[in-house]
């Protein structure tokens, strides 16, 4: 039966079917492959795009039927709740007394996905909070924006002014009244009131000096702003039927502050599809076709969370992005190939097989045609991926995306795997049936960084294929003619590498036929030399030039073996498979055995597809001066290769690397070294970087940092964080890789309190929400990986590249917005309402209002309510198109130039002064007595309505002063508002006796109206309080013009602001300075160093799972896809 994942309870057995969610930590126990093995994904926990692979203790991959698991009795014993993602140990004792260990490989963490699996059984061992996921997230806090902390300092320093303006005024009342004490006066009774009563008359009198209706209308803005975000037409994904949406408005204006932004990588930057791409054969370049990709609609619209950060925004100083999911879409496609010297990209959509290069070269017996049919050949063998047909078609399940994607770029040329078994493999080559004998496998590991496959052929003969790093694969191939193309393959793979493409170098070796696949740094060191390689200087090049594109990258090389050469190798192999002690360095020994004397055929290039805009919105917030961070749990070198196709790190960009594995060294493992190149600790890597950056230490250099996760765990403790901090933010970009979730998070909170600036996280996955809730702003990717991110998040969309419009349009309007909508609230009320200390004088201190109640009420509510709506909504700085072309506009914003404490207290005093004039020019005009042609006078509500009358016209047209883009509903706002003043009036003070208030105002309106020196007074004294004010503002747009200003006045004057903002960023100084710089800091490498370089210029990067008990040889041997699976019931 279904139930909700809320009933399971520590100790049911739960069923879980393909591409779900696993509900709680579960402890496998059997499933529907062979031998208990299931193939999980965990990019939402860690953001890694291959497969793992876990297996169930054989005693218990028997209980695959209902009856078995009823009848099943054991108790389970494990560690207690914890955060670590990569550690489990238990116990199963069953009925029998029979003890089964149980370890990580039989660990099924909730977050992780069911892949390539029909089914699992699991036992439930952590549900709820207990779980791993839930350990590693954190509590949400609640977020303020930047402006509304300093607007609430602001209203603690109007308090204090406010109590010191009442302390002073009870004290004048109080000398006053020492002073006035003639009997003839009648104060006895005022004076019967004490110092307390009059403190608490004249706070009551100030006390709107702080605007209460702030925080209402700065509520209600935000809300509509936040509708705004989700109303934009232009952050509309149609593809998934989702918009933007804020899922808070309380953040709107920090958008506009970003310094830092921090993200994920798979899924947010990439789309998590590999894709083949293109491949170099004998020197020649081919294109593959285009695969179909299926993208699920998750018809999950973006939020804005909170609406407290809409400024915030517009002041982003740094991202934290995730990777997988966030940057890239999370597919993998096979991109390109090098083979004897030739670049063959992948067929166009609309282009037949029978038109491209690589198909003609075959057909027309081309020179390079055997070369490309063994090249072909070894993409549909050497893989340990299990194919199952489905309604006559044939689906792939890989534990590695890249090694999916290699057999459908070889499907595409006709090259179609078919069958696999526990001995062989079976293709469908060019419409010939092949059969293959698998007779030995050795695993790809991060440190061989290549990957073989032993097979005899259908003619009997041997081979062994190899895969790699052409830094690997290279020295590797044989003498004499078997390498012709290495030189042109590598030139293709650094070609590749440069479009961001992940490459792999593959060689066949003539022993026993052996193919290889690797890291190009690790395959061209196995190939021959001389004739033997005559390919390789060209696939080189090809190499660079996939490395160019971003692509990634693999060399193939291959080996014929003779018999007995294979006989007597396998025996050592044997020996060393079963060895008690050493077993991985005696693998590896045999391994150099024989992958040697390798045959060139070419490279390939695998695009880890990024989503569609990334690089150019990545330049276009560093544009904005906004720090872009990539932390990710993946692959240093898939890290690496992301960040060069999405143009984060160019090929001349230095690179500090930071992988140790320890805090320091001890002298006893120094002494162990002896001649080896020495291992330094996390502690003197740091040290020595940030002494080689010297006084450009905190300075932005052309300089990226790499670290991983085990080396960010020494460098965050407490005594080295100050000094990875420093040479943190003296570099343009910081990748971090294999990092956790909690880890992405103290990474995010180190930035932020330590710079004070604001920091945006973006991701998609569970794994991301812990940075999300620790940033500033927190963005969430509604993708492939859930919807934990966006339900974390602050605001979602669907795409990343509609970050630029959300932070450069949105963030920073909305700044701008917020800001002048609370300078004006502050700046209305202080004009009205120390009017009253105005009067306070002019009235002995006696505590007297000079307005009426309901017109000092309705000030707020009513009669200037209406212009911050206007500013709050509908002010732009500049038009939308000009603030995406022109991101260098941003800058003012992410400074904060528009709020901060000088701009506040030069609105106040300039506030004050309004208030003097529009007080004391009314008094001066009464002080005549003509106000009326008979000579009457009138009494203080006369006075006090028309110095009302004089301030609601003042500062609606302050409002107009202050607005950037007039629109119809600012004049509506503005002339609406006095309008409604002069109708109030007109109503008020006609309404007693029949409704019983205002008597006081009764014929108030004919009294005031009828007086010319009001009209008089209307006309000169708004336009002699404001006069001030527009001559600075003459002076300032004349001689202080701001970029922003300047821009703006030229799209008025419908001119190209392009010549305005093409001045160079780096005077020839500072250009010279960060040169000298970046040679001083990369002045001494490493061979290590050297040979790690090479291997990102030629944009290695395979994505595989290591370390685990079920090795690729196992997976292999495992299968029969020759026999139909047994029905489940």
């Known amino acids: 039966m279904n139930i909700r994942w809320e009933q399971l309870q520590v100790g049911d057995i739960c069923k879980v079917v393909n591409n779900q969610f696993f509900p709680a930590d579960l402890v496998l126990i059997s499933s529907s492959e062979p031998q208990g093995i299931s193939f999980i994904e965990t990019s939402n926990l860690d953001g890694e795009t291959n497969l793992k692979i876990r297996q169930a203790q054989v005693d218990c991959a028997r209980l695959d039927t209902v009856p078995a698991l009823a009848h099943f009795r054991a108790t389970l014993q494990c560690e207690p709740p914890n955060r670590h993602l990569y550690e489990f140990n238990g116990l199963l004792k069953d009925a029998n007394a029979k003890t089964i260990p149980l370890g990580l490989d039989q660990m099924l963490l909730r977050g992780a996905m069911l892949r390539n699996t029909t089914w699992i059984h699991g036992i439930v061992v952590y549900t709820g909070h ?44 109080e000398l006053w009244m020492h002073n006035h004490s003639d009997w003839y006066i009648g104060l006895d009774d005022a004076q019967n009131a004490h110092f307390g009563f009059n403190f608490l008359t004249f706070l009551i009198l100030y006390n709107n000096l702080i605007p209460i209706s702030l925080q209402v209308t700065a509520e209600i803005v935000r809300f509509f702003q936040a509708k705004f975000i989700a109303m934009d037409s232009e952050m509309y994904h149609e593809a998934t039927d989702t918009p933007a949406m ?108 029978e038109d491209t290069l690589l198909y003609q070269n075959l057909q027309r017996n081309h020179p390079t045609a055997p070369i490309i049919r063994e090249f072909l050949t070894m993409l549909a063998i050497c893989h340990t991926v299990i194919p199952e047909r489905i309604d006559g078609k044939i689906n792939y399940h890989a534990a590695s995306p890249d090694e999916r994607a290699l057999v459908l770029g070889a499907a595409m040329f006709g090259y179609v795997f078919d069958t696999r078994t526990p001995q062989t493999v079976t293709i469908d080559a060019a419409g010939v049936r092949e059969e293959y004998t698998v007779l030995n496998v050795i695993d790809f590991t991060s440190a061989r960084k290549r990957m073989s496959v ?92 996939f490395a160019a594109e971003g692509l990634r990258t693999l060399v193939f090389a291959q080996a014929d073996l003779p018999h007995h050469v294979y006989e007597e190798w396998s025996n050592t192999y044997h020996k060393a498979s079963i060895a008690i002690q050493d077993r991985e360095q005696k693998i590896e020994e045999a391994a150099m055995l024989i992958e040697n004397n390798l045959t060139l055929l070419g490279a390939t290039a695998i695009e880890d597809k990024l989503q569609d805009g990334v690089p150019e919105t990545i330049a276009a917030l560093l544009k904005a001066n906004i720090h872009v961070w990539v932390l990710t749990g993946d692959k240093q070198e898939t890290a690496i290769n992301i960040a060069h196709s999405a143009r984060l790190i160019h090929a001349s960009m230095p690179l500090i690397i930071l992988n140790e594995d320890s805090l320091d060294v001890s002298h006893l493992h120094v002494a162990m070294l002896d001649n080896l190149p020495r291992t330094i600790g996390t502690r003197e890597s740091i040290s020595r970087h940030a002494v080689d950056f010297g006084d450009n230490l905190r300075k932005q250099n052309e300089v990226a940092l790499i670290i991983d996760g085990k080396t960010l765990k020494y460098a965050m403790g407490c005594d080295l964080k100050k000094d990875f901090l420093d040479l943190c933010i003296s570099c343009k970009v910081v990748v971090c890789c294999r990092v956790s979730p909690i880890q992405k998070a103290e990474v995010v909170e180190m930035v932020s309190s330590a710079t004070g600036a604001v920091t945006l996280a973006i991701g998609d996955g569970a794994n991301d929400v812990a940075m999300i809730q620790r940033a500033s702003v927190g963005v969430g990717i509604s993708g492939v990986e859930g919807l934990q991110a966006v339900c974390a998040s602050d605001y979602s969309i669907a795409q990343f590249r509609f970050l630029l419009r959300l932070l450069l349009v949105h963030g920073a309007w909305n700044y701008s917005r917020i800001s002048k909508l609370i300078l004006y609230s502050f700046y209305k009320n202080i004009c009205l309402y120390v009017i009253e200390l105005w009067f306070a004088i002019y009235s002995a201190w006696s505590g007297q209002i000079l307005f009426e109640r309901w017109t000092i009420g309705f000030y707020n509510v009513i009669f200037t309510a209406l212009p911050p709506f206007a500013i709050g909504l509908f002010d ?110 007109l109503l008020y003070s006609n309404i007693y006796p029949m409704v019983m208030i205002g008597g006081v105002m009764r014929g108030m309106d004919r009294m005031v109206f009828s007086s010319l020196v009001f009209w008089l007074g209307l006309v000169l004294i708004p336009i002699a309080t404001l006069i001030p004010d527009l001559l600075v503002t003459v002076i300032h747009n004349s001689a202080f013009k701001t970029m922003t200003e300047a821009v703006r006045e030229s799209e008025i004057k419908q001119r190209d602001p392009s010549a305005l903002l093409s001045h160079p960023r780096h005077s020839l100084t500072e250009t010279a300075r960060l040169l000298q710089n970046v040679r001083s800091v990369f002045s001494r490498r490493s061979g290590t160093r050297a040979t790690m370089e090479l291997e990102l210029s030629h944009g290695f990067a395979f994505s595989q799972e290591e370390g685990g008990s079920v090795s690729q040889a196992d997976v292999i041997r495992a299968y029969d896809t020759s026999q139909p699976r047994a029905p489940h019931s």
């Not at 350990?135 to 002014?161: C, E, V």
């Not at 083949?276 to 990709?293: V, Y």
């Not at 939308?880 to 400074?895: A, C, D, T, W």
């Not at 008979?934 to 609601?952: E, I, Q």
């Open 246 to 353: 804020a899922r808070t408005s309380n953040l709107n204006e920090e958008l506009g502050m970003v310094k830092y932004i921090f993200s994920d990588k798979t899924g947010t930057l990439t789309c998590n599809v590999m894709e083949f791409h293109k491949c170099s054969i004998a020197e020649a370049k081919f294109i593959a076709m285009d695969s179909e990709m299926y993208h699920e609609a998750t018809d999950t619209p973006a939020m804005a969370r909170t609406s407290n950060l809409n400024e915030e925004l517009g002041m982003v100083k740094y991202i934290f992005s995730d990777k997988t999911g966030t940057l890239t879409c999370n597919v993998m496609e096979f991109h390109k190939c090098s083979i004897a010297e030739v670049i063959y990209n992948r067929p166009g959509p609309n282009e037949r097989l």
């Open 130 to 173: 207990e779980t791993k996921l839930m350990k590693n997230s954190t509590k949400a806090p609640l977020k303020r924006s930047s402006i509304d902390r300093q607007t609430n300092t602001h209203i603690l320093m109007l308090f204090l002014i406010l109590l010191a303006l009442s302390l002073l005024s009870a004290a004048f009342n």
């Open 876 to 985: 732009k700085l500049c038009s939308p198109e000009i603030m995406l072309r022109h991101p260098v506009l941003y800058i003012p914003s992410q400074q904060g130039l528009l709020f901060n404490v000088r701009v506040f207290w030069v609105w106040a005093v300039n506030s004050l002064l309004h208030s003097v004039l529009l007080f004391w020019l009314p008094m001066l005009l009464a002080s005549h007595h003509v106000m009326w042609p008979s000579g009457k006078d009138g009494g203080y509500l006369v006075l006090g309505n028309f110095v009302y009358t004089y301030v609601v016209l003042t500062v609606c047209l302050k409002a107009g002063l202050s607005t950037h883009s007039w629109t119809w509903v600012t004049h509506l706002a503005i002339w609406g508002s006095v309008a409604l003043w002069f109708l109030f009036i």
């Open 454 to 545: 032993i097979v005899r052929t259908p003619t009997g003969g041997i081979k062994l294929y190899c895969k790699g790093a052409d830094s690997v694969v290279y020295p590797r191939l044989a003498r004499g003619p078997a390498a012709p193309h290495a030189p042109a393959t590598l030139a293709h793979l650094e070609h590749f590498a440069a479009e961001g493409l992940r490459t792999l170098v593959f060689a066949q070796a003539d022993l026993p036929h052996h193919v290889y696949e690797g890291a190009d740094s690790v395959v061209y060191p196995r190939l021959a030399r001389g004739p033997a390689a005559p390919h390789a200087p060209a696939t080189l090049a090809h190499l660079e030039h």
